[in-house]
C-alpha cells in the first residue's frame, strides 16, 4: 500500500511539473549585461480576466523502472482574476496521463485532470499551483481497479521564475533553487483519506535567450524569443500573444513537446467578443434546452463556437466550423440542480479567439423524480420496509 501511495504522489507532482510549464512561464528582473540590446516588447506582459491560451502537448519518461506518459489533447488555461497583485489562471482540458512502475507493476490512471495557477502580476513568477486528479490504481495481485482522487496545492518559498524580464536576446540569467512545500489529500472509494505534507527543493539551473525568429504553430506564424534551459528544452515565448507557443526538446533524455493551438490574446485578427446568449434562465435538470450566439470575424473567416455551461470560463462544449455573423444554436441538458453563468466564445481557422461573451444566468431547480413501480411495490407490501415507508411519507412521496 506504501508503495502505491507514493507511486499517486510522484505521479501528481510529475504532471504538475508539466503543466506549470504549458501554463506560464516566468521571471523576476535582473540587470542586463552592456552588450545586451533590449526590445520593448519584451518587457512583462499584461493579462486580463478572460484571457486564455489553449495547449496541445506530450510528456514521456522513463526510469528507474518508472514510466510517465502525459498526453495533453487540448488544455485551456484561462485569467480567472487578476486582483491583489497576482493572476489565478485556471487550467482543465482533455489530459490522459499514465503512471506505471514495474516492480511491483503498479498502473495509476487518470482523465480528469484541472487546477489553478497564481502568478505574480509583476513578473510572472509561479506562487502556487493547486491541482486536482481523479482516475484509477491497478495493483499487481489485486483482481480489482481502485478508483482515487488526488488533491495538491504546491507552494513556492520563492516565485519560481522561468522567464527573466525584460527579455532580450543574448541574455543569460540564473533560475535559482527555491523550497517547495507540498500537501497531498489522496482519497479512495470516495471517503477513505490520506494527506501528506511534504518538502522539496527545486535545483538551480541557467537559461539563455538565443535568438528571436520566426516559429509556425499550426497555421500561425509568431515572432518569437527562443530561450534554452539547461534541463534540455527550448522555450519560444511570443510577446503578440503575451505567452509560450511551442517547447520542444533539444536533448534526446527529455521527450517534451508542447505547442499553441489557439488563444484570445487580444489582436487585430481577432474573432470580435460574441453576443450575449439568449435562451431559458430557468429549467429543470434532465431536460434540453437551446441557446443562440453569434459572432463576427474580421477576415470574414468562418469560426467555431466554445460553450462555457457551467461559469468557470474553461471550455466545456465545441461546435463545428459556421459562416462568420451567422446564429448558432446549441443544445445543453443539466444534470445537477444549481445556479449557472454560460459563455460563450469564438476560434477561427487560424486557431485565434475572441474573448468570452457576456454571461447568461440559468437557474436549474431539482427534478423530483419518482420511480413509481417501486412506490406501488411499496404499497403493496408495507411492512417489508417500515423506516422507508416513514421517510417518504414525511417526504410527501406517498
Not at 490504481?137 to 504546491?154: C, N
Not at 516559429?215 to 503575451?242: C, K, L, M, Q, R
Not at 513537446?257 to 487585430?268: K, V
Request: charged share 20%; proline share 6%.
Amino acid at each position: 500500500m506504501k508503495k502505491k501511495l507514493i507511486g499517486i504522489m510522484v505521479c501528481t507532482l510529475l504532471i504538475s511539473t508539466v503543466l506549470t510549464a504549458a501554463g506560464k512561464v516566468n521571471v523576476e528582473q535582473m540587470s542586463n549585461g552592456p552588450d545586451v540590446t533590449l526590445f520593448d516588447d519584451g518587457d512583462v506582459p499584461v493579462w486580463e480576466v478572460g484571457y486564455s491560451w489553449t495547449y496541445a502537448g506530450e510528456l514521456n519518461i522513463e526510469e528507474d523502472e518508472k514510466t510517465l506518459n502525459v498526453l495533453l489533447n487540448e488544455t485551456c488555461f484561462c485569467v480567472v482574476d487578476d486582483s491583489g497583485g497576482s493572476y489565478k489562471v485556471a487550467f482543465a482540458g482533455d489530459i490522459n496521463l499514465e503512471y506505471v512502475i514495474d516492480d511491483p507493476l503498479i498502473e495509476v490512471s487518470a482523465d480528469d485532470v484541472s487546477g489553478m495557477l497564481h502568478l505574480s502580476q509583476s513578473n510572472l513568477g509561479i506562487e502556487e499551483i493547486d491541482l486536482s486528479m481523479s482516475g484509477s490504481v491497478k495493483v499487481e495481485g489485486i483482481p480489482y481497479t481502485v478508483p482515487g482522487d488526488v488533491d495538491i496545492t504546491i507552494t513556492y518559498q520563492e516565485t519560481r521564475n522561468l522567464i527573466e524580464f525584460p527579455i532580450s536576446v543574448g541574455k543569460t540569467w540564473t533560475i535559482p533553487s527555491t523550497t517547495t512545500s507540498v500537501d497531498i489529500i489522496i482519497t479512495i472509494f470516495g471517503f477513505i483519506k490520506k494527506t501528506f505534507n511534504l518538502e522539496d527543493t527545486s535545483e538551480e539551473q541557467t537559461a539563455e535567450c538565443m535568438s528571436r525568429e520566426e516559429v509556425t504553430v499550426g497555421t500561425h506564424t509568431y515572432d518569437a524569443f527562443n530561450i534554452s534551459y539547461e534541463d534540455g528544452s527550448w522555450t519560444y515565448y511570443a510577446p503578440s500573444v503575451g505567452n509560450i507557443v511551442k517547447v520542444l526538446p533539444f536533448d534526446e533524455t527529455v521527450d517534451f513537446s508542447l505547442e499553441m493551438i489557439a488563444t484570445s490574446y487580444p489582436g487585430p485578427d481577432n474573432p470580435l467578443k460574441p453576443e450575449t446568449p439568449a435562451g431559458p434562465t430557468s429549467g429543470t435538470i434532465g431536460h434540453s434546452y437551446e441557446y443562440l450566439t453569434k459572432a463576427v470575424d474580421p477576415n470574414d473567416d468562418q469560426i467555431m463556437y466554445i460553450w462555457d455551461w457551467n461559469g468557470d470560463m474553461i471550455p466545456d462544449e465545441w461546435t463545428g466550423f459556421y459562416d462568420s455573423d451567422i446564429n448558432i444554436t446549441t443544445s445543453h441538458t443539466w444534470t445537477k440542480q444549481g445556479s449557472y453563468e454560460i459563455r460563450a466564445k469564438a476560434r477561427d481557422t487560424d486557431g485565434l479567439e475572441s474573448v468570452w461573451s457576456d454571461p447568461l444566468p440559468v437557474t436549474m431547480p431539482r427534478n423530483r423524480v419518482v420511480n413509481r413501480p417501486f412506490l406501488k411495490f411499496l404499497q403493496n407490501h408495507p411492512h417489508m420496509f417500515p423506516i422507508l415507508q416513514r421517510l417518504l411519507q414525511r417526504l410527501g412521496l406517498q
